[in-house]
């Protein structure tokens, strides 16, 4: 059980959370002084930025972009007389990559790994109906003892440099929104929720933990308000006759209301939107409701300009539109957990997603991409440091599961992305990963993770972990690009047989597979990197997936044009992106929605 109870912050009858974004203050730590310089108490300097956003796009120096190691933020909160007697916390949305909370000058919360949530207890430290100092030290540098994986190196100028081993900037600070909560000492700390249908009519089997003895009731009310039914105790089943189910791109929330209850007074009310659904996968089927689905989406990012990482509730408005326009169903959160916000939104657009946690770069090279494709092997999970990084991956994936259970848009974990899997060191390491999830989640959703090109039907040790089998491909691109296409048609085909033969009856999905297109370019015939060649890349991308019944979704790399770390590979970021940055459609945004469009929802059922 995590210390922190993971429940977004909501305002109730007995709850309070208020919004900590806005500026705050900022400043790098170059030299490791903050502690010794007693920064806790209040950071040198009068510099504010916004929060949530990553730091590294306000500035116009190359060495804050660059900026490897601590820095720090400062906010001054007003805690209200009333709330005395409560439990008063500081609650962040992410903290990347490592974080130290101290509330007056004294530390209150220590936090590993910058895409999950955290609280920081301030209830015998705040000063009530006064202002209080939040002071927070933040860390973003890269190690293969924590997700996602990479160095950090010292330049001869003597400052810090990261050096990913994943296809992403390292962007980093307080990238999600930050709350101030108050929450009666006794209270609701999580819920279990598990679905069963039966014809028209629902089981809702659902779980309180609270942090007292006290009774628990629950009410369950549709989307109307008005009560469909109702519990008592902290476990039960609730019977809802001719249920609204959530159905793919076709949601129906209810809203779970549960109380802590002392006779006729509410000691604590907590409320959780949820969706009333099955997901199981059965032979090569992938089932929602027990009706058959077939995936089409993305590889997504959290990536704009000037906010980076930070979550920008405009794009993500944007980037739902743009995907329902397309006929996408699902995304996965590559390569991290996204906010919490982009969850509840897809709860409410009917979106499918793939969480994957942040277990990215565990295949030692700075560009993976590439050298993965050359059967590069590097036995990452030899190093004596693994069992330090498998503590983080698996404290990682508590955080994940424990947070976004709950939401009937999650169908599926994602363990790993791209990891090493081709030596038999890495098979104990997945099995640990693969059985934690497992344990956690009780709806007992399919688990998988994303397999990089060398990871093939003859060489990879560990598919047999995977519910659902995730390839990320590049056939077209990384290897035998342009010209070359039909050779790729050809070993792209070549290595589905081999599947094929395995026999698995899994059903097989894409999580990655794209072109690298500019924009601005048109070329009659196609080169690489051209419009048309993106489009040529997909004909033959799409012929294959439709010749083999077992694959049951395709996730194109990636939605959007991302930013990554500069170098001959990338031309300002990566451009396989169906969409710039600036969520304006490239091309082949119209093929995909005719194909997609036209699928019916259950292809190859
Ligand atoms: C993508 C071997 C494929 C790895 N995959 C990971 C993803 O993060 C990258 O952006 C490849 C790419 O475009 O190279």
Redesign the pocket.
């Given at each position: 059980m995590l210390e922190y109870s993971m429940l977004y912050p909501r305002n109730t009858v007995s709850r309070r959370a208020v919004s900590l974004d806005g500026m705050w203050k900022f400043c790098l730590d170059e030299k490791a002084v903050g502690e010794s310089e007693n920064w806790q108490n209040g950071i040198p300097g009068q510099e504010v930025i916004p929060v949530p956003a990553s730091f590294q796009d306000f500035y116009t120096e190359k060495d804050i972009r660059e900026y490897a190691g601590d820095f720090w933020y400062e906010k001054e909160v007003f805690v209200p007389g009333e709330w005395e007697g409560q439990q008063i916390q500081v609650r962040f949305g992410a903290a990347t990559h490592r974080a130290v909370v101290y509330v007056n000058g004294i530390q209150t919360a220590e936090h590993e790994g910058g895409f999950l949530p955290f609280c920081a207890d301030a209830t015998d430290i705040v000063r009530y109906n006064a202002w209080n100092k939040v002071v927070v030290k933040v860390n973003n540098e890269l190690t293969v003892t924590n997700i996602p994986c990479g160095q950090t190196i010292t330049l001869p100028n003597g400052k810090k440099m990261c050096k990913p081993y994943?296809?992403?900037f390292n962007y980093s600070g307080l990238q999600r929104s930050v709350y101030l909560t108050a929450i009666p000492k006794e209270s609701v700390f999580d819920l279990d929720l598990n679905y069963e249908l039966d014809g028209s009519n629902a089981k809702v089997y659902y779980t309180v933990h609270t942090t007292g003895e006290s009774p628990v009731v629950v009410e369950l009310l549709d989307a109307d308000g008005t009560k469909a039914a109702e519990g008592n105790g902290k476990e039960g089943v609730l019977e809802v006759a001719d249920a609204h189910l959530w159905k793919v791109r076709n949601a129906y929330l209810y809203t779970l209301v549960v109380r802590i209850v002392d006779d006729a007074d509410i000691i604590d009310e907590y409320t959780q939107e949820i969706g009333i659904r099955t997901v199981e996968v059965k032979d090569t089927s992938i089932l929602i409701n027990g009706e058959p689905v077939y995936l089409r989406g993305f590889?997504k990012h959290e990536d704009s300009d000037i906010l980076g990482r930070g979550f920008n509730i405009g794009m993500m408005k944007r980037d739902f539109e743009l995907m329902k326009w397309i006929g996408a169903n699902s995304f996965r959160t590559?390569?991290y957990p996204y906010s919490e916000e982009i969850y509840q939104m897809a709860d409410r657009e009917g979106f499918l997603i793939i969480d994957e946690v942040p277990a990215?770069g565990l295949f030692e090279s700075l560009m993976?991409?590439m050298e993965?494709?050359t059967g590069k092997q590097t036995a990452f999970f030899e190093k004596e440091t693994t069992p330090i990084l498998l503590k983080a991956h698996l404290k990682a994936v508590e955080e994940m599961i424990t947070r976004d259970k709950n939401h009937p848009c999650v169908i599926a974990w994602s363990l790993l992305?791209?990891p090493e899997t081709t030596n038999d060191s890495a098979v104990p390491y997945f099995k640990a990963v693969f059985d934690r999830a497992h344990e956690l989640d009780i709806q007992k959703r399919p688990r998988t993770f994303a397999l990089?090109?060398n990871s093939t039907p003859d060489k990879c040790k560990c598919y047999q972990f995977s519910d659902i089998v995730a390839l990320?491909r590049?056939y077209g691109w990384?290897v035998c690009g342009g010209n070359e296409i039909c050779t790729a048609e050809v070993m792209f085909r070549k290595e589905m047989d081999g599947w094929k033969a395995l026999n698995l009856n899994k059903p097989f999905i894409f999580t990655?597979y794209?072109a690298?297109t500019l924009a601005s370019e048109h070329k009659l015939p196609s080169v690489m990197w051209s419009q048309e060649y993106q489009n040529e890349y997909l004909d033959m991308t799409h012929e294959v997936f439709d010749s083999y019944d077992f694959i049951k979704g395709e996730q194109i790399?990636?939605f959007a044009d991302f930013q990554?770390t500069e170098g001959i590979m990338r031309v300002n970021g990566?451009k396989?992106g169906v969409f710039t940055r600036q969520r304006q459609p490239k091309d082949v945004a119209y093929k995909l929605k005719q194909r997609w469009e036209s699928l019916p929802l259950d292809y190859k059922k």
């Open positions: 994943f296809d992403f590889g590559s390569h990215v993976n991409f993965a494709s992305n791209e990089v090109m990320n590049y990384y990655e794209g690298d790399w990636n990554t990566n396989k």
